[in-house]
């Protein structure tokens, strides 16, 4: 092991200590509900064109075996980032201390899907909404949580390797945002529209199924996917935007109309061959904090979470 990754592990270990120490940031819990979001964000189906139950959609190489596996893989990546955050305000220190861990993460991914990127959109963005949740303590709102995640951000990883990332050149190419973006910004897809979509969808009726594919077609309707753009350029991103929109004016996918209209949208991305995983990415990240807000909640009764 590197002197840095040693270091690192160190730094961990005594990090851990000073986490028995303080139970309310519960590291484990986080980092078990950022692996059951990613689970559940590959078993909903149908998802338009991306890996669900009934296959990979318009991936070649990945499938749902390889999903759930990359998911678990994180488990301990995802529990590093929330002790080493425990507590802490976002600095240069924190955010390079994640960017390590991610990276190590990834690897770990790789190694389990053998070589596919199943998550490494996922480790972002969860990643920094983990380090966020455990830093802001068990009151935590999701709108508390997405700003400090966007300030742990907005520091740069002077240590991070030059990649030329299919992200990185769609950005540049078409002019959008991206995955970087959206973190800086504070998750605007994820705590002003995903979840406020889901929490609707149950609130007017609709199971679970439908709720989160609900969540996802809001997420689509206005989020400039770099997956789609780097797959089928402005058509296929026109396609998914446009498709999704139609879903939810049908009355969403509880409704027989909006069933049959998220079906459509499910051949024409597949006829495009192209896929909105920034999307599935933000809808797990939906999950991540629908679930761990009732936990906030459940440790600090007397704070306003919901």
């Not at 270990?13 to 590291?27: K, Y």
């Not at 990613?38 to 338009?48: D, G, Q, R, S, V």
């Not at 990185?168 to 002003?192: I, K, Q």
């Amino acid at each position: 092991m590197s002197a840095i990754g040693t270091a690192l592990r160190v730094s961990v270990s005594q990090r851990l200590t000073r986490w028995r120490e303080r139970p309310q940031f519960h590291s484990r819990q986080l980092a078990d509900l950022a692996v059951e979001s990613l689970i559940a964000e590959a078993l909903l189906t149908p998802k338009p064109a991306l890996v669900d139950q009934r296959g990979p959609g318009a991936h070649r190489d990945l499938d749902l075996g390889r999903l759930l596996r990359s998911a678990r893989s994180l488990r301990g990546a995802f529990l590093e980032m929330a002790m080493v955050a425990a507590g802490r305000g976002p600095d240069q220190a924190l955010r390079e201390e994640l960017a390590a861990i991610g990276r190590a993460g990834e690897a770990d991914m790789l190694a389990a899907t053998e070589g596919s990127n199943a998550h490494r959109g996922a480790i972002w963005v969860l990643g920094l909404l983990i380090a966020a949740r455990a830093s802001g303590g068990a009151g935590a709102t999701p709108h508390e949580v997405a700003a400090v995640a966007a300030r742990i951000a907005q520091f740069e990883d002077r240590h991070a390797p030059r990649l030329d990332s299919n992200g990185l050149r769609v950005c540049e190419r078409y002019g959008v945002a991206g995955a970087r973006g959206e973190a800086h910004a504070g998750f605007p897809h994820v705590v002003d529209i995903g979840l406020p979509a889901l929490r609707a969808a149950r609130d007017q009726g609709a199971d679970e199924t439908c709720a989160r594919l609900d969540a996802l077609m809001a997420i689509m309707c206005s989020l400039d996917d770099t997956c789609l753009l780097h797959r089928g350029g402005w058509p296929a991103l026109r396609t998914a935007q446009s498709g999704s929109a139609a879903v939810l004016a049908e009355g969403g996918t509880s409704s027989a109309e909006g069933w049959r209209a998220l079906l459509r949208l499910d051949a024409e991305l597949l006829a495009l061959n192209a896929s909105p995983g920034g999307c599935a990415d933000l809808l797990a990240a939906c999950l991540f904090l629908d679930r761990a807000q009732p936990l906030a909640a459940a440790r600090a009764p007397h704070s306003s979470t919901r």
